[in-house]
């Protein structure tokens, strides 16, 4: 039965993908789609990725969703590039 009692993870996602033994980075990434998508308007989702790797970060450093956690909070990690017309376009014909 999923946790209920955390703010951070109400739905008991995160906390069920560290139980899952064998889950790999893939699932991961899935489950934290899903975690993501359900964040309260209004809610700031880096707060509470912050809040999940201080939960579950020290006690699981080499599982895929810690690394999945870390991912989220990384500024660096933006898309090489966009897709579709406007990644074709150089910047002087925009």
Known sequence: MPRRDDAADPRGLIY???RIEGI???EC???FLDWAIGVPVGSDS???VQKLLGQFGAE???HPMTAVLR???DPSAKPARRGGARARRKASDA
């Open 71 to 73: 991912e989220a909070l």
């Open 46 to 48: 880096r707060v509470l």
């Open 60 to 62: 699981f450093p080499d």
């Open 24 to 26: 790999g980075a893939p």
């Open 16 to 18: 069920e993908s560290y």
């Open 29 to 31: 990434r899935s489950i």
